[in-house]
């Protein structure tokens, strides 16, 4: 699944972690039920995380305790969630 950038928005990722570190992620319309049907395996942590963080009327992804999207791939610097 891949997230939408906004229209007019110009993004292209360089998994420098920055943006995962410092903004929350806004999920749109219908991204919410894609990320929670996600399946990880027994062993993986994000199998019973909490993805969805909702405040302000707004869906966004989730942060660890260290303050970084709950997604981050540490070791590549890359989201987790399968395109």
Do not use: Y
């Amino acid at each position: 699944m891949k997230l939408e950038v906004l229209a007019g928005e110009n993004f292209t990722c360089q998994s420098c972690t920055s943006c995962c570190r410092s903004w929350f992620v806004e999920l749109m319309p219908g991204e919410e039920q894609q990320i929670q049907a996600l399946q990880w395996p027994a062993d993986d942590p994000l199998r019973d995380a909490k993805p969805i963080l909702k405040h302000g009327g707004k869906t966004f992804l989730s942060r660890r305790a260290d303050g970084a999207c709950l997604f981050l791939n540490e070791s590549n610097g890359l989201c987790r969630i399968p395109e």
